[in-house]
């Protein structure tokens, strides 16, 4: 891990070494205002009013996809490398569909960029495919898919990319069902981060659910991204990959955590990890896995 951490620092650039080594002597300073912008919080525990069984809901899932990647490719995440792809998606659908007690709609956001033709081949797995200009990243084409589909307010909101490893997408009903368990969590997905990385930077010491999966209700998000629902330039928003990072995956988090919501993870291991406002506590919460056998 350390010999990573000096390889990503090497490989940087003289601007984000500088913001890197800044953090270290930072770092009492961080802490604190992480700890005092969440402080508050705990007192104002928010229950969702949406929240319902799974059977009495319907699943919406929007996937990204830039028209160039191949079904399936390598990623290196933390100096270890992973398969993902959309292939992964396509092999996992019957098996949610099977595990799931409701409906699932499945849209593909497919970012295409100028002069590109030829979006990946979806038919046959049930996918509506949805072509846009290559603007925004994935959280311009969720919120703007969202303006368009208008779900229910208690319906379940799945954001994913081709990003996702192998088995990522297998526990979308184990999610479901901790969502429908428990009203205090907003969001659930399958990793967080609160790196210090940038943290000097404003939304950046947020520990939050990485865009590459999260669900959510509908209502809520509503309720909390009403601007963002309204922007019928969405896709202007996040001109950079910071800016969708920051004022996208970040600033999700940070509304929900601000609202009084719960975020919690799962590797799919058996174990939970929430992350109330004043920081992550280990949960013995049984979960389910696909089959919906106890893990």
Known sequence: ML???????????????????????????????????????????RRSLHARNVADTRMLLIFNEWAGYPPLREKEVDG????VGRQFLFQALPAMREAL??????VADVCCDPGQTTPPDMSGHGIELRERENHGFDIAG????????????????????????????????????????DPG????GLSSCARLYASILPLN?????????VMLRYGDLQTLFADYLSDSAIDRRFPTHTDAKRLGE??????YLRAGYALATSSGRGAMRFHPS???????MPLQDHRGMAT
Request: hydrophobic share 45%; glycine share 6%; proline share 8%.
């Open 3 to 45: 010999l990573s951490s000096l390889s990503k620092f090497l490989r940087a650039s003289p601007r984000t070494q500088a913001v890197m080594v800044s953090e270290v002597f930072l770092f009492p300073l961080i802490w604190l205002r992480s700890y005092l912008l969440w402080i508050g919080v705990p007192w104002k525990k």
């Open 80 to 83: 270890r490398r992973y398969r």
């Open 101 to 106: 007690p409701c409906e699932l709609r499945c």
């Open 142 to 181: 969720y919120f703007m898919h969202l303006m368009q589909l208008q779900p229910a307010p208690e319906d379940l909101v799945v954001f994913c990319n081709s990003s996702v490893p192998e088995q990522g997408y297998v526990l979308i009903p184990e999610l479901a069902g901790i969502l429908a368990a």
């Open 185 to 188: 969590v907003g969001l659930v």
């Open 205 to 213: 010491l947020v520990p939050h659910i990485q865009s590459y999966l």
């Open 250 to 255: 970040i600033m999700i988090s940070y509304r």
């Open 278 to 284: 004043q920081g992550v506590r280990a949960s013995g």
